[in-house]
């Protein structure tokens, strides 16, 4: 039956909620936005033709908050609900909420995101579907037995994955018997912690993370609208994406479309989404996840494909027919433009984004919710913007890129823009000049960010501490000078000059005074962190064991009273859905624990306090306890 959306409420935020918001007013469809404070000015919001204010300063009580974006569906008279990606788009209760009000839910029925959303019954579905995924044990960790015997069986690495993870959220990669017993007792179900809710599975290293982006309509039909590559990621999460997936065999291209049709047959899935698979260099394909929603980088299988994927999930959603996707034209690549920083391990960073100059030309196609002068609020996603370039090959779209990243200047916040220029110049990315394509879902972390962080060893999260080589260098000596544009002999010329050479020059006044970009980082003093020891000393003189990052506190691994050897762990914290851990810089008594699991913190925030003078060195068996502190 086909029932025709008139007025969408799109539960979201940022540049896709703009997205939609433009899709919609094609379609004739009235829009209705909702936001929190920190987005009031969002363009998203004024584009809309009526907005909400969900008010807030938390997800909880904004975009995750199921009942007011109920009431204000109500209150609104929308007939649709568009989740978009990430908040509720996964979240079964939320749809059937939005399917029991009468509205059309634009996205799979809330059946279905039962059966996908968590891993161990996703791992089922692809099992009854006869789809292989990544040997592992489809039931929730109960002791460290079973996980030995499956090690040893399937040998090391092996990953724990939470099952309710997504987006590389809550992976830990175990290399050997010592990190599986530590990653055991940190996570002990007896003692506080949340063994039950991970799952094991073999590492499949040196594989490539593709995937197909499919649809379904409630007639039954299927198609594929394109193949992906997603295997550049960091903290596995994805930067640069591209269609159609590079270098594959027919025979692995008709193998990922038949084991996509498969998983949604199984299902009964209506609506667009993403089947993602692991492929080997001799091209076997493991299932890794169904993502039941849009995703981030749908934009290059539109490109790819010339269809409007948005518009295809409003099509199937009221009870229409998808379109059956033709042959691929061309190729396209996107990448994330985030507000993290290559200089410190691609950390998060905050603030006023003072200069954006957004690059165009032939092929070119910018999705972002930002504006200059608008600021990166710390409490929400980093990702500002994504840029799309598209040519009719993979050469040309990679020369296009090229091109496209020295038009790119974004400045007030830290972005991978300089790291971005150094992977597209990388024989192993590119494929060029004779060399195959060699990149692997560890590729980038391998390459790029494999410096280990002095600050793991004392008291900070590990990911603040590893600098990147080549262009974390570049940004470092960047910080250190300043250009200025000059002309000789008539000819215009850029002149970079070492800040103290500008300072002496001018008497330092320039250099007190002028107005420059800023690149905040979420954690305050955090710029050195790697170049000396002194700064991740402090807590351990002060006994104040502080946050040094905007984060949710996901686990507190001590009590009040209990004594700690230094290099115990404290604290867990999850940014950007990277777990990072908080180490004790020293040996003492814990005096006081200022938060709980749940809670939010910004940088600088108390987390514990130690009673550094007095403690007492509790006895060896204690360090068994201290976290591996990798974040694979």
């Given at each position: 039956?086909?029932?025709?959306?008139?007025?969408?409420?799109?539960?979201?935020?940022?540049?896709?909620?703009?997205?939609?918001?433009?899709?919609?007013?094609?379609m004739g469809i009235s829009t209705v936005a909702v936001y929190a404070e920190q987005d009031r000015n969002s363009r998203y919001v004024d584009m809309a033709d009526e907005a909400y204010l969900l008010s807030g300063d938390t997800y909880k009580d904004t975009y995750l908050n199921e009942d007011l974006l109920i009431d204000i569906l109500h209150r609104s008279?929308?007939?649709?609900?568009?989740?978009?990606?990430?908040?509720?788009?996964?979240?079964?209760?939320?749809?059937?909420?939005?399917?029991?009000?009468?509205?059309?839910?634009?996205?799979?029925?809330?059946?279905?995101?039962?059966?996908?959303?968590?891993?161990?019954?996703?791992?089922?579905?692809?099992?009854?579907?006869?789809?292989?995924?990544?040997?592992?044990?489809?039931?929730?960790?109960?002791?460290?037995?079973?996980?030995?015997?499956?090690?040893?069986?399937?040998?090391?690495?092996?990953?724990?994955?939470?099952?309710?993870?997504?987006?590389?959220?809550?992976?830990?990669?175990?290399?050997?018997?010592?990190e599986l017993r530590r990653f055991y007792l940190n996570h002990d179900a007896l003692q506080g912690g949340d063994l039950n809710e991970y799952f094991i599975e073999k590492f499949v290293d040196k594989a490539r993370h593709v995937e197909t982006?499919?649809?379904?309509?409630?007639?039954?039909?299927?198609?594929?609208?394109?193949?992906r590559d997603c295997s550049l990621q960091r903290r596995n999460q994805k930067l640069v994406e591209e269609a159609p997936a590079p270098f594959l065999t027919e025979a692995v291209v008709s193998t990922l479309e038949e084991y996509s049709r498969r998983l949604f047959t199984t299902v009964d899935y209506v609506g667009l989404g993403t089947c993602e698979f692991m492929v080997t260099p001799n091209g076997?394909?493991?299932?890794?996840?169904?993502?039941?929603?849009?995703?981030?980088?749908?934009?290059?299988?539109?490109?790819?494909?010339?269809?409007?994927?948005?518009?295809?999930?409003?099509?199937?959603?009221?009870?229409?027919?998808?379109?059956?996707?033709?042959?691929?034209?061309?190729?396209?690549?996107?990448?994330?433009?985030?507000?993290?920083?290559?200089?410190?391990?691609?950390?998060?960073?905050?603030?006023?984004?003072?200069k954006i100059q957004w690059p165009a030309g032939p092929g070119v196609r910018i999705d972002t919710g930002v504006e200059q002068g608008d600021t990166i609020s710390p409490k929400f996603d980093s990702m500002m913007g994504k840029?799309?370039?598209?040519?009719?090959?993979?050469?040309?779209?990679?020369?296009?890129?090229?091109?496209?990243?020295?038009?790119?200047?974004?400045?007030?916040?830290?972005?991978?823009?300089?790291?971005?220029?150094?992977?597209?110049?990388?024989?192993?990315?590119?494929?060029?000049?004779?060399?195959?394509?060699?990149?692997?879902?560890?590729?980038?972390?391998?390459?790029?960010?494999?410096?280990?962080?002095?600050?793991?060893?004392a008291g900070q999260p590990a990911s603040l501490g590893a600098g990147t080589p080549g262009a974390a260098a570049d940004a470092a000596d960047k910080a250190?000078?300043?250009?200025?544009?000059?002309?000789?002999?008539?000819?215009?010329?850029?002149?970079?000059?070492?800040?103290?050479?500008?300072?002496?020059?001018t008497g330092s006044a320039r250099a007190r005074n002028a107005k420059r970009p800023t690149q905040p980082l979420r954690g305050a003093g955090l710029h050195n962190v790697a170049s000396g020891a002194s700064n991740v000393n402090d807590g351990a003189k002060s006994g104040i064991i502080a946050s040094?990052?905007?984060?949710?506190?996901?686990?507190?691994?001590?009590?009040?009273?209990?004594?700690?050897?230094?290099?115990?762990?404290?604290?867990?914290l999850e940014s950007m859905k990277m777990e990072n851990y908080v180490y004790a810089p020293a040996a003492g008594e814990v005096k006081k624990i200022f938060v709980s699991p749940a809670d939010g913190v910004e940088a600088g925030d108390t987390l514990v306090t130690l009673d550094v003078t007095g403690g007492k060195v509790p006895s060896e068996g204690a360090n068994l306890a201290k976290e591996g502190g990798k974040n694979d």
């Open positions: 039956m086909t029932q025709s959306v008139k007025k969408l409420l799109i539960a979201n935020r940022g540049e896709i909620a703009l997205r939609v918001v433009r899709t919609a007013k094609e008279g929308a007939d649709a609900v568009h989740p978009g990606y990430g908040f509720l788009s996964e979240v079964p209760s939320f749809a059937q909420k939005a399917e029991d009000a009468g509205a059309i839910w634009v996205g799979p029925h809330h059946t279905a995101l039962v059966d996908l959303g968590d891993k161990i019954t996703a791992r089922r579905v692809a099992l009854r579907a006869k789809v292989p995924p990544v040997p592992g044990i489809s039931e929730p960790v109960t002791d460290v037995r079973t996980l030995l015997d499956f090690a040893h069986t399937h040998g090391y690495p092996i990953m724990m994955k939470r099952t309710d993870g997504g987006g590389g959220h809550g992976i830990t990669v175990v290399h050997d018997d010592e982006q499919s649809g379904r309509d409630s007639h039954g039909n299927f198609t594929v609208y394109s193949t076997k394909v493991y299932f890794l996840e169904v993502n039941p929603r849009l995703q981030v980088e749908h934009t290059v299988s539109e490109e790819v494909s010339g269809l409007d994927l948005v518009r295809e999930q409003l099509v199937i959603a009221s009870g229409g027919e998808l379109t059956r996707a033709p042959e691929p034209r061309g190729h396209s690549f996107e990448l994330r433009i985030t507000s993290e920083d290559p200089a410190t391990n691609l950390t998060p960073g905050s603030g006023t984004l003072e840029v799309i370039v598209t040519a009719q090959n993979r050469l040309d779209a990679v020369a296009r890129v090229r091109r496209v990243l020295d038009e790119l200047v974004i400045e007030g916040v830290p972005t991978p823009i300089s790291l971005y220029k150094e992977i597209f110049r990388n024989d192993d990315f590119t494929a060029e000049h004779g060399h195959p394509f060699s990149v692997t879902t560890k590729w980038l972390e391998r390459t790029y960010l494999n410096r280990e962080p002095n600050s793991a060893r250190k000078s300043e250009t200025f544009v000059i002309e000789m002999n008539d000819r215009r010329v850029k002149l970079t000059v070492p800040l103290d050479i500008v300072e002496n020059l040094p990052m905007q984060a949710v506190v996901t686990r507190i691994n001590v009590s009040e009273g209990q004594q700690v050897a230094k290099g115990d762990l404290l604290v867990v």
